[in-house]
RNA sequence: GGAAGCUUAGCUCAGCUGGGAGAGCGUCUGCCCUACAAGCAGAGGGUCAUAGGUUCGAGCCCUAUAGCUUCCACCA
């Protein structure tokens, strides 16, 4: 025991020594041990283009806590971490990159694009891996992965030929979500809807050879270049003699048919849409049923076309403005209205999605969904909280295909390939292709997949699908999946049904849901308001065990929380106190001390302490295996600081003085309690509990390799935990009277402590001579002490017999006081005991209780009566 | 339009299957007692949003109402 703890808990001196210390023994990696449980956990895989957030951070100490605990528990664990290639939001940087240089993507070509994208994920991949490492993330890192390495890929080209050879997969001109920027089709969840003001613009449409005119509004006037109907409802009155009519499109001179159909609300707006089949959902599906032609006037990047030579080349808003002054001039313009509305952008680059008419690659979500609901409403898989279940099924159930081509390069090529000369296609799971038909190479489709459709095969393609591998075997299904809330959508759902189509399985048992991150505001954390914080800073200023401990305490699954600096404060100050109670331990030990278990003869307070820790080890474990985390946390800090420092220490401080066999055993218990509680709390905190371990045991054994503590049955003393209790109900009584009488500590005084139980606080002499300021303890069966003054518990009264601060008006109100608390009591109590139903009807343990607690109460109560008697 | 969450001490939040309201920070009082002032000892502070209901018993369960937040849908 001849190390030494540093004078104040540094984090910043041992926190990377010990991660490196792990990294080196291998303690994180797992290999298939069929003797043990497995128990896996996939790290929801960060985007290489991404840095640590507080998200993150949140997410990766859950995950931690629990695989470090499963670890300890004697499980298999493993935590599979890996990166996700991030298609569209890489893509985006490093054609910004390029554009630095003057480049452009189709300038360079494909494949020195590929070059380049590849050189930027070695150079910035693996930063956000390091920050991870920072957080003392136990991943497996030998089993690192990527979402676009080999193995994956192989995985989504399996799973995207088996589903086209099934008919889950097809191809086909749509209207899809286009973003204008990232020049890439998007999916439903990759929309964001936003509220936008905006405005109505009514225009008037000239009936054809009539000089009846028909009022319609839009938000958007600069589509009605490609206007190919007007649309009223068939049962609206007011419009009945139009339909079948032909009106005059202004400014382009069109004629265009008016139509009737449902999807037109009779009473918004003036009850007539204009239909624009290539820019708008609602509208091209109006125009399928009634076989309208799709007119594009929008380049892919949202500017008119040629077609119109007067508005070519201005984007949507330019033309916008343009068209409404033509519309103006023409006299179509009636009257414009403000009005709110939402707007769809795109959740990489924020700019409004252009509905757009395209051919891709979807997946048909009937047939996958179905299964997805039944796993979760069969438990197969569970949601905690629960009630996110039902934002899974909502979405389920009102699913549509999925689009899963995008139009950029970064990502998994789509492995169908084209024949020019004859249009035939062919999807298959080989590089190349040749024509079945007139044996010509063919092309591949240019397009790449979604990147969310690589990650839906996450849990499954990192253990080595399409093989049927040892670790797929034995890993597989994961266990616990840890995420937010916001993304269930994109990914969640789409690993559950990928799983169950592709493995026949569901993914994990578990997902345990998170929420945000918050400022101290409750705002959202966010580039653009730069109110984020950087949890690589807070590690540096208080630790990341700190960090940790911060986030995983007083969080509740599922619910938002908010970052507060005095939170990590707290949390850094309660590391400061168990590093220096273990300071306290070693400086109190002797060179050549060695742990040899429990000695056999305990004191009271030793049994105590025992005692309570073993019902906290399985408290703690109850509230692990029920994900109550922040519960954890709760009793941890609870019992560290109350219990067992600003207890149990101070209790052995007389021993410690006094040497000797007593001494030896303090010493001991002290060893064991404090190595019984770096082990519960290390989950939690890796990083000191790793620290101190090493430091006490000197034995060259790692913390985060131990078992983890276990209830024992033979450690539960509740004779010794009741009885110590009364001492430190009478310390604290006294404390409490000293303190309402202004009395400091330095002035000591003798304790008459009068007591059914002479045997017991005689023995406690020392405690109060230590805690309560008491100069000696004289222990008796009765003492009449009218000149003193009186702490009372319903065990003992206590006699300070200071005369010149006795006030007896004082006191007596004080004792006054004192016995209405009590009286309130009696009476709660009594009522409750004389009410037939509660005893009818409450459980026997509870009734007992209750009845025990009144009898105190009133034990209480006679002494305080007595104390006044004499006093008077 | 549909759904979910939240409303508890001045602030930020816990409160597990219903059994006399908790923590951290802040406030007030007294303490450098050789582990810790990033600390110790004490104190004050709450009709648990409102109104009903179920129950022997409700912060917790049920119903309604109000306010805040979020998600989904997307009526041009």
């Not at 004078?7 to 990377?16: G, I, L, Q, S, V």
């Not at 050879?209 to 649309?231: K, Q």
């Not at 624009?276 to 990047?301: C, Q, S, W, Y």
């Amino acid at each position: 025991m001849a190390k030494e703890l540093a004078k104040n808990y540094a984090p910043e001196r041992f926190e990377d020594r010990i991660y490196a210390a792990w990294m080196e023994k291998g303690c994180f990696h797992a290999e298939i041990d069929r003797s043990k449980k497995p128990y896996t956990i996939v790290i929801p895989p960060p985007n290489i283009t991404g840095q640590l957030h507080m998200g993150h951070a949140l997410d990766e100490t859950l995950q931690d806590i629990l695989i470090r605990w499963k670890r300890m528990s004697g499980y298999c664990t493993l935590w599979l971490p890996g990166t996700d290639h991030a298609a569209i939001a890489t893509e985006a940087k490093i054609v910004a990159a390029m554009r630095e240089e003057g480049l452009t993507k189709e300038g360079i070509g494909r494949e020195a694009f590929m070059e380049r994208a590849w050189a930027w994920k070695k150079t910035y991949g693996g930063r956000i891996v390091e920050q991870l490492k920072k957080l003392g993330s136990s991943c497996d890192w030998q089993r690192e992965r990527f979402t676009l390495d080999e193995g994956c890929s192989r995985a989504v080209k399996d799973v995207f030929v088996r589903y086209y050879e099934k008919g889950l997969i097809y191809r086909g001109e749509r209207i899809i979500n286009w973003c204008p920027q990232c020049l890439t089709s998007l999916s439903d969840a990759e929309v964001n809807y936003e509220e936008q003001a905006g405005h109505f613009w009514h225009l008037r449409y000239q009936i054809k050879d009539s000089d009846e005119y028909i009022e319609l509004a839009t938000t958007r006037p600069e589509t009605l270049l490609g206007d190919t109907a007007v649309a009223v409802h068939p049962e609206d009155k007011r419009y009945q003699h139009l339909i079948g009519a032909t009106v005059i499109l202004p400014i382009v001179h069109r004629e265009i048919p008016v139509v009737a159909d449902e999807y037109v609300e009779m009473d918004f707006g003036t009850g007539v849409v204009k239909i624009t089949p290539a820019h708008d959902p609602n509208d091209f599906e109006v125009g399928r049923r009634h076989k309208l032609e799709i007119i594009n006037v929008m380049t892919e990047d949202a500017r008119i076309t040629d077609d119109h030579p007067k508005y070519a080349g201005m984007d949507r808003y330019e033309a916008r403005k343009a068209i409404v002054a033509d519309l103006e001039a023409e006299g179509a313009l009636v009257r414009i209205e403000e009005h709110t509305h939402n707007v769809g952008t795109c959740y990489r680059c924020g700019t409004t999605v252009e509905p757009r008419v395209s051919t891709q690659w979807f997946v048909k979500m009937q047939p996958l969904a179905g299964p997805a609901i039944e796993a979760v409403k069969q438990g197969k898989t569970k949601f905690v909280p629960e009630r996110f279940d039902k934002i899974y099924y909502h979405w389920l159930e009102n699913i549509r295909d999925w689009c899963i081509s995008r139009q950029i390069w970064w990502g998994h090529q789509i492995p169908a390939f084209y024949c020019d000369d004859c249009g035939e296609m062919v999807v298959t799971r080989e590089d190349t292709a040749v024509c079945p038909k007139c044996g010509k190479p063919m092309r591949q489709d240019p397009d790449t997949l979604d990147t969310w459709f690589s990650s839906a095969l996450w849990p499954f393609s990192t253990l080595g699908f399409p093989d049927q591998t040892e670790e797929l075997d034995y890993f597989y299904p994961t266990n616990t999946l840890v995420t937010g809330y916001d993304i269930i959508f994109f990914w969640v759902i789409r690993m559950m049904f990928s799983a169950l189509e592709n493995t026949g399985q569901v993914p994990f048992d578990t997902v345990l849901i998170h929420g945000l991150v918050r400022d101290a505001q409750g705002r959202k954390m966010s580039k653009s308001l730069g109110n984020g914080i950087d949890p690589l800073e807070v590690i540096r200023q208080y630790g990341a065990d700190a960090l940790r401990f911060m986030l995983a305490t007083g969080n509740a699954p599922g619910n938002d929380m908010r970052y507060i600096d005095a939170k990590v404060k707290a949390a850094r100050n309660f590391a400061n106190k168990l590093w220096n109670a273990s300071r306290f331990i070693l400086m109190n030990l002797p060179d050549d001390f060695r742990f040899e278990g429990l000695p056999e003869q305990l004191a009271m307070e030793d049994k105590w302490l025992i005692s309570r820790f073993n019902r906290l080890t399985k408290e703690v474990d109850d509230n692990l295996n029920a994900f109550e985390l922040g519960v954890a946390c709760t009793k941890l800090y609870d019992f560290i600081w109350d219990v067992f420092c600003d207890w149990y220490i101070e209790l052995t401080k007389p021993r410690i003085q006094a040497g000797g066999e007593s001494k030896a055993t303090a010493q001991a218990v002290l060893v064991w309690a404090m190595q019984g509680i770096l082990k519960l709390l290390h989950p939690f905190m890796p990083f000191i509990t790793e620290e101190i371990w090493q430091v006490l045991t000197a034995d060259g054994s790692m913390i985060m390799l131990q078992p983890y503590p276990v209830y024992d049955a033979k450690l539960n003393f509740a004779q010794e935990e009741a009885d110590l209790e009364k001492i430190i109900a009478a310390v604290r009584a006294v404390r409490n009277t000293r303190t309402e009488l202004n009395v400091p500590p330095s002035v000591k005084a003798k304790l008459y402590i009068e007591t059914a139980e002479e045997a017991l606080f005689a023995g406690a002499a020392p405690f109060f001579e230590k805690l309560a300021s008491a100069s000696s303890v004289e222990v008796g069966a009765k003492f009449d002490m009218p000149d003193a003054v009186g702490a009372v518990t319903d065990a003992a009264r206590i006699f300070i017999p200071m005369e010149q601060l006795v006030d007896k008006e004082k006191e007596l109100a004080r004792l006054a006081k004192e016995q209405e608390k009590v009286q309130k009591d009696i009476d709660f109590l009594s009522r409750k005991l004389n009410n037939a139903g509660f005893l009818a009807k409450a459980p026997e343990a509870l009734v007992q209780a209750e009845k025990e607690k009144l009898a105190k109460a009133q034990e209480k109560m006679d002494k305080i009566q007595q104390t006044i008697r004499s006093f008077s």
